[in-house]
């Protein structure tokens, strides 16, 4: 049996959205079926995601020191932080107090810098959250922007495709300069095939392709990290990490659009979990 000792845990940081399939209700499933213990600290709660036409958005910024001073006085501490999803650029500080307090020698913190896709920011993002974000990056082990936010965070204008691999190990390299061990640049098209581009800590850099199946979908940049942070907490090394995640993304967008899942509702991840539960 696996004793309390033996088992990890991560503290997340991102927000509850009722409805599409993202951030917390996709991060809990999976850390669970990967045999994490999920702790949550929400940023904001939607009625859904911000891909819908219309949500409704609560930013839990004044309630976030409350509810961590309780953590404090109980003592917590996590083999993992992972954050995601921020309310506000207050939100920025929150986090890297967070890190610091619960962090142990070994602790992995895991940083997803989201602030949008397909060359936009989302709405919720102001330019100040857009900048502070480079301050909180620099307190990750691991960061895992998409290629948008790659662009924001080194001032590059985005473009879908036609990158040099050459730019891409420079705009991780100027990523990683900014403060943390690892980088892995998601959803880089390259012809057929969807690329991560992963930094290591030694400056050495993969190319990790997988062929691009389906259609693009919210969710994924979720799913992806949550399995790279639970790989990272347990040792794995960050390619092996990054292998699984791309991999089971491209079973579970195959899956949604066998089932015709709307493609605002993201990714049928429920189908595929005992896959994760197995590995
Ligand atoms: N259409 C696709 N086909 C295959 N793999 C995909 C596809 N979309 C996403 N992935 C995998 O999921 C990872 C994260 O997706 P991405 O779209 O970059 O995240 P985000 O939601 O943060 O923009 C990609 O780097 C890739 O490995
Ligand atoms: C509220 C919210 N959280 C998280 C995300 C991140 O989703 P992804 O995994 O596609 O980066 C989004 C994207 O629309 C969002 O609106």
């Known amino acids: 049996m696996t004793s309390e000792k033996q088992q990890k845990k991560i503290a997340v940081i991102n927000d509850l959205s009722g409805y599409g399939r993202c951030s917390l209700t996709v991060v809990i499933p999976i850390l669970s079926a990967l045999k994490i213990q999920c702790c949550p600290v ?4 939607l009625s859904n995601h911000t891909g819908f036409p219309t949500y409704f958005f609560d930013d839990y910024t004044e309630k976030m020191p409350k509810y961590i001073e309780q953590w404090k006085k109980l003592d917590l501490s996590f ?8 309310g506000s650029e207050a939100q ?3 986090v890297i107090d967070m890190i610091k307090e619960f962090s142990l020698p070994d602790t992995k913190v895991i940083i997803d810098p989201i602030m949008g896709d397909h060359g936009k920011a989302y709405e919720t993002y102001t330019p100040l959250l857009c900048s502070r974000m480079k301050e909180l990056v620099g307190y990750g082990d691991i ?4 290629l948008t936010e790659a662009c924001i965070l080194t001032g590059r204008e985005y473009r879908k495709d036609g990158w040099k691999r050459a730019e891409l190990i420079r705009m991780a390299s100027e990523i990683q300069q900014m403060g943390p061990e690892e980088v892995v640049i998601t959803g880089v098209t390259e012809g057929g095939f969807i ?3 992963v930094l290591q800590k030694d400056g050495t850099g993969h190319f990790l392709r997988s062929l691009r199946v389906g259609r693009e979908r919210p969710g994924t940049g979720d799913v992806f990290s949550s399995i790279v942070a639970a790989q990272a907490v347990k ?3 960050l390619t092996a990490g990054v ?6 993304v491209k079973r ?3 899956k949604s659009d066998q089932l015709n899942v709307p493609r605002e509702n993201g990714v049928c991840f429920e189908e595929l979990l005992s896959v994760l539960i197995r590995s």
């Not at 083999?79 to 921020?86: A, E, M, P, Q």
């Not at 960061?143 to 998409?146: A, E, F, G, Q």
């Open 42 to 45: 929400p940023t904001s709660i």
């Open 79 to 86: 083999d993992g932080i992972y954050s995601g999803f921020l």
């Open 92 to 94: 920025i500080q929150i």
């Open 143 to 146: 960061v895992t922007p998409n």
């Open 195 to 197: 690329t991560n581009v």
């Open 235 to 237: 040792g794995v090394p």
């Open 243 to 248: 292998k699984k995640a791309a991999d089971f």
């Open 252 to 254: 579970c967008i195959i």
